[in-house]
């Protein structure tokens, strides 16, 4: 019997026993071509030699030193070359252990912030309905994925959730994608306006949203429109790049595609491929310098902050991403998979939408094309579809709530920035008979 507190009571777990490549193989002999990178994580796929030769080589020298009494060469190195490549005015790093902490950091660093320049009056944060950034009580409260959320609503802090930029579902018949992001900034400058200009701390998205409603991308313009909306009321901008981060639309940044800089910035999954545990928050000047010239103290710090090993994993991913011109196979076989999902599930009765960007992709599933009605959240078709795809040596990352936090089902394609055409060949049939199989079961 297992003493593992899994995630599911309710399922089995393969063992995962060994990976290489963009493959990961159970202690059954089953091979799994890892299409989603697990949660969009392993960048480089498993096993990559390089990675695994620096994570040794930091083992064989310093496993762990506490950073309120040192700081440590790849640390620093690493934090370079995230500020040499960042978006413009990002002037520091700080390092957390996953995506969630690089959330918590983010939003009490924008609190600290006011408080350093003389406005502690902002308190209020908003984010939009339809995100997720993350699992913990801040992460939890200032996204917005209603089955994850729902239940501890109870110990969440206060928080304003927008409209989602959600092109499929959001846009009115015959408005320009232009006017939909005009009209969403709109929206947040009437509740910035409603909450107080001056009591608000910050506006924080998804630059593509990810987990909750599946590769959604914004309209162009928006995100200039939003950067504009938070400059006129003194607001912080926070990008959460997590998940859609560090390669995997195509350029490093996912902001970068969009014109805009924001005033912090979390990344994570793709920084340190999966290898070892490792977020950040990348943080503008003039943020880091109210605190330079203020308390000089961030009161906030954890454990394993700048752990040497996930730093050694982290800049050996950014190395090999850089050295191989991975950026270009992202671009290159994300069109290629954009193309065989639109020519496999195009003129599908059950796929109301595929979108994305790079290797960031999704299909949304519905029961009727014309009305773009989602089938009963009861069915939990995308659980199913998970199920048949594992059983056809396929992850994938399906969710449901994709349409208003209960109904909907997408399913997320997210393979490692390896990954070759014929590879992307066969994910696209696997996920076929699978989206098919899981549609034929009944009820
Ligand atoms: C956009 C985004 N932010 C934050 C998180 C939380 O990251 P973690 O699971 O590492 O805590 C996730 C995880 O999926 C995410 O997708």
């Not at 003129?347 to 290797?359: P, S």
């Not at 997408?410 to 076929?432: G, K, M, Q, Y």
Request: glycine fraction near 12%; proline fraction near 5%; charge should be negative.
């Amino acid at each position: 019997m297992t003493r593992v507190f899994h995630r599911s009571l309710a399922h089995d777990y393969p063992v995962a026993v060994s990976g290489r490549g963009v493959t990961i193989r159970d202690s059954e002999g089953r091979d799994y071509i890892d299409a989603s990178g697990g949660a969009a994580v392993s960048c480089l796929g498993h096993s990559h030699p390089d990675v695994l030769a620096a994570m040794h080589a930091q083992l064989d020298s310093l496993a762990y030193a506490h950073t309120s009494f040192f700081t440590t060469a790849v640390a620093e190195e690493l934090a370079q070359t995230l500020v040499a490549d960042a978006p413009e005015g990002i002037s520091h790093v700080y390092f957390l252990s996953g995506g969630s902490e690089a959330i918590e950091t983010a939003l009490k660093m924008a609190r600290q912030y006011f408080v350093e320049i003389g406005q502690p009056q902002r308190r209020h944060i908003i984010g939009r309905r339809q995100s997720y950034h993350g699992n913990t009580l801040g992460a939890l409260a200032v996204g917005h994925n209603a089955a994850r959320r729902v239940q501890y609503a109870p110990l969440l802090i206060e928080a304003e959730h927008v409209s989602p930029a959600y092109d499929y579902r959001g846009r009115a018949p015959g408005e320009t994608p232009e006017a939909y992001g005009l009209r969403l900034a709109a929206e947040l400058e009437e509740t910035i306006a409603r909450l107080g200009p001056d009591s608000v701390i910050a506006f924080i998205a998804e630059t593509v949203g990810g987990a909750t409603c599946g590769a959604i991308t914004a309209p162009p313009g928006y995100f200039r429109a939003i950067r504009e909306v938070c400059d006129r009321h003194g607001i912080l901008l926070i990008l959460d790049e997590v998940m859609c981060g560090m390669g995997r639309t195509g350029t490093l940044h996912a902001c970068e595609q969009e014109g805009v800089a924001p005033d912090l910035m979390t990344i994570a999954k793709g920084l340190g491929g999966g290898f070892a545990p490792i977020g950040a928050v990348l943080v503008a000047d003039r943020v880091f310098q109210a605190f330079d010239r203020g308390s000089k103290l961030f009161q906030h710090g954890h454990t394993y902050l700048g752990h040497p090993l996930a730093c050694a994993a982290g800049l050996a991913v950014q190395t090999v991403i850089k050295r191989d011109n991975l950026l270009a196979n992202v671009q290159a076989q994300g069109a290629h998979l954009a193309r065989r999902l639109g020519e496999t599930f195009g003129n599908h009765h059950h796929v109301g939408d595929i979108r994305g960007r790079g290797l960031f992709q999704a299909i949304e599933i519905v029961a009727d094309r014309g009305s773009k009605e989602p089938f009963d959240p009861a069915l939990k078709l995308h659980a199913r579809i998970k199920a048949e795809a594992m059983a056809r040596g396929l992850m994938v990352y399906p969710s449901g709530g994709t349409a208003d936090g209960t109904r909907g089902d997408h399913v997320l394609i997210a393979p490692p920035f390896i990954v070759d055409a014929e590879t992307i060949d066969t994910i696209v049939e696997r996920l076929a008979e699978a989206v098919d199989a899981s549609l034929a079961q009944p009820g």
